[in-house]
């Protein structure tokens, strides 16, 4: 009986040291009320805290990009990362490298012109937690046209998330 415990214990144990670490989280939603069930991932790519809140940067998949999706998304992720503690605004993105072009980015008019377009284009939203709001594109500007981007920002791009 005893061996029976400590194999017991041995495999939990084993198990419980192989869990994935990564900052991607599957979070499953019902979009609607039939039986289809979705699962949205998100990861965190950088989160920072003070003492009252943190703001965060998160990743969605590149196929999950009309409002109701992202809207979906950032209420899956406040409800798994803002209730231990208060979130005050998460920044949306939709492709890695434009949020490492942002984080790298540079003044110098050349670069502006090569990579600000791209950066705009895949900052998806932001949410602002205080006031309850979500702003799709919102990068997509006159500072996004003057230096080459053409796309133009959805009619309704600011609402609640509800």
């Given at each position: 009986?005893?061996?029976?415990?400590?194999?017991?214990l041995?495999?939990?144990?084993?198990?419980?040291?192989?869990?994935?670490?990564?900052t991607?989280?599957?979070?499953?939603?019902?979009?609607d009320?039939?039986?289809?069930?979705?699962?949205?991932?998100?990861?965190?790519?950088?989160?920072?805290?003070?003492?009252?809140?943190k703001?965060?940067?998160?990743?969605?998949?590149?196929?999950?990009?009309?409002?109701?999706?992202i809207?979906q998304?950032?209420?899956m992720?406040?409800?798994?990362?803002?209730?231990?503690?208060p979130?005050?605004?998460?920044?949306?993105?939709?492709?890695q490298?434009?949020?490492?072009?942002?984080?790298?980015?540079?003044?110098?008019?050349?670069?502006?012109?090569?990579?600000?377009?791209?950066?705009c284009?895949?900052?998806?939203?932001?949410?602002n937690v205080?006031?309850?709001e979500l702003?799709?594109f919102?990068?997509?500007?006159s500072e996004?046209?003057?230096?080459?981007?053409?796309?133009?920002r959805?009619?309704?791009?600011?609402?609640?998330?509800q």
């Amino acid at each position: 009986m005893k061996f029976f415990l400590v194999v017991l214990l041995g495999t939990f144990l084993l198990d419980c040291g192989n869990k994935s670490t990564s900052t991607e989280t599957p979070t499953t939603s019902f979009l609607d009320t039939t039986t289809i069930q979705t699962k949205t991932y998100y990861t965190v790519l950088e989160s920072t805290q003070t003492r009252n809140f943190k703001n965060y940067e998160i990743l969605i998949d590149s196929n999950s990009i009309s409002a109701d999706d992202i809207r979906q998304s950032v209420k899956m992720f406040v409800v798994a990362e803002c209730t231990s503690m208060p979130c005050n605004g998460i920044g949306i993105w939709d492709n890695q490298k434009a949020y490492s072009l942002y984080k790298a980015k540079s003044y110098n008019p050349a670069w502006r012109k090569e990579n600000w377009p791209f950066i705009c284009e895949h900052y998806v939203a932001d949410y602002n937690v205080t006031v309850n709001e979500l702003n799709l594109f919102p990068f997509v500007d006159s500072e996004y046209r003057r230096w080459g981007g053409t796309k133009a920002r959805p009619k309704e791009h600011s609402f609640e998330l509800q």
